[in-house]
């Protein structure tokens, strides 16, 4: 069971039972009911210095969207972490969990005047801008409250990171930023405005991206901008390069080590005088989190043998969406035959798959399986679709379990009740 480890290293079996952090998955199960997400809070510590010892100038802002439990944020915040985010929930939750203002960058494309005041009023570290209209309405704002705001200009070096087309970013395509070959003159542009001052460049080139070499495309063409920009006297205090690394998902997936990530990018940012700042989300959370759920009938259909589990695509929409690929293991092992099957949740939509055609242990009424890989842009993408409550959230860490959100129940779906 060594692929295990290369998931979590604080994934294993003991006496064929699935522990993480030392506590038993079928036991939480029991206790906690299902679906029910486990986080490792020393995986989490391990991803975030990993960033911090590759990058050690750096500063490290988590990518809120990919796991907005309060505790994780509160947790990361005392490692140390500043925060990305891209709503004005997302700027309420990092202040809340205790991520300094001086260390959050705020990203979207479409920010409101309610969410730039806010920001603007919590005098965050920077706004990265998509659109000109966007500048005019930060001065606007800043002008009435009397602020002057920080911002960086995202760019869009338009490279492809060969990830899947939803979470590619960086391409011309894409909505987000603005085109790196305009950038110089809407730099020009902003610094027209009194209450704003550009303080750097900006850019994400997408997600999950297992082959590293995109971004040194991408940071060629940010690093041949900034000296440009410096050229022409802007004063780029920050160089953001976004998040993105991949994760394991699949069993043949290797995943890449921020230190490769830094090695990489080191040639080209040498002469670069600016504070670098990374986004990471997926690759901090991806793998601190599994998802228990437990298996409600099996049935045989034509040459189709079903697993009918009771975590569906509101809990956890990636298969769904992106067709994504997520390990799924027994929570005990026991000496049975392995079938191939679909693992399907309860929702009413085809769509509505873990796993298809997947080699798996037979399953019985009652089994426990745990889905791996689903820290990040798991719980963070449910929903309520067909009424369902979202799943509890816990954190263990050595041995200690910690309830981290409470299961919904129906009456707060319905609020205001009938
Ligand atoms: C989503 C996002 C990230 C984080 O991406 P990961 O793939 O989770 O690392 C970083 N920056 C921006 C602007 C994002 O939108």
Redesign the pocket.
Same mark, same amino acid.
């Given at each position: 069971m060594e692929l295990l480890k290369e998931y979590n290293p604080y994934l294993e079996y003991r006496n064929e039972e699935l522990f993480l952090e030392g506590v038993s998955l079928r036991e939480l199960a029991k206790e906690y009911g299902t679906p029910l997400y486990v986080y490792s809070a020393n995986y989490i510590k391990d991803r975030f210095n990993a960033y911090r010892e590759a990058f050690p100038d750096a500063l490290i802002c988590y990518?809120v969207? @990919?796991n907005f439990n309060p505790h994780i944020v509160k947790y990361l915040a005392q490692l140390g972490a500043g925060a990305?985010i891209?709503s004005g929930g997302e700027l309420y939750l990092a202040l809340k969990a205790g991520i300094p203002a001086e260390k959050i960058v705020y @990203?979207g494309v479409g920010k409101t005047e309610k969410e730039l005041t806010d920001a603007i009023n919590a005098e965050i570290l920077m706004f990265?801008v998509e659109s000109r209209q966007e500048i005019e309405v930060l001065n606007e704002i800043a002008e009435r409250l009397g602020k002057k705001v920080r911002i960086a200009i995202r760019v869009n070096p338009d490279v492809d990171p060969k990830t899947h087309p939803y979470?590619a970013?960086g391409m011309q395509k894409s909505k987000f930023g603005i085109d790196i070959r305009e950038a110089e003159k809407e730099y020009e542009y902003a610094s027209k405005f009194k209450n704003i001052e550009i303080v750097g460049i900006h850019c994400?080139i997408?997600?999950?991206i297992l082959d590293i070499s995109p971004y040194r495309e991408a940071i060629e063409k940010v690093v041949d901008l900034y000296e440009k920009l410096v050229s022409k006297g802007f004063d780029i205090k920050y160089l953001d390069i976004?998040?993105?690394?991949g994760i394991k998902y699949k069993p043949e997936d290797k995943e890449p080590k921020p230190v490769e990530l830094a090695d990489l990018i080191r040639p080209y940012i040498e002469k670069v005088k600016a504070k670098l700042i990374l986004?990471?989300?997926?690759?901090i959370l991806g793998n601190a989190g599994i998802l228990i759920t437990q298996v409600q009938f099996t049935k045989d259909k034509g040459n189709k043998h079903f697993i009918i589990v009771d975590a569906g695509m509101n809990d956890l929409v990636r298969p769904s969406i992106y067709n994504a690929y997520h390990h799924i293991v027994p929570a005990a092992v026991y000496e049975r035959e392995s079938v191939k099957a679909d693992i399907v949740g309860p929702i009413c939509e085809t769509g509505d798959f873990l796993a298809s055609d997947r080699e798996i242990q037979k399953s019985v009424r009652g089994d426990y399986l745990v889905v791996l890989s689903v820290g990040?842009?798991g719980f963070a993408m449910a929903s309520h679709y067909n009424m369902r409550p979202r799943a509890s959230e816990i954190m263990v860490e050595n041995g200690d379990i910690k309830l981290i959100r409470n299961r919904e129940n129906y009456e707060y779906i319905i609020e205001p009740s009938l």
């Open positions: 990518a969207k @990919a990305d891209v @990203a990265n979470i970013t994400h997408g997600s999950q976004g998040g993105g690394l986004e990471p989300g997926r690759s990040a842009y």
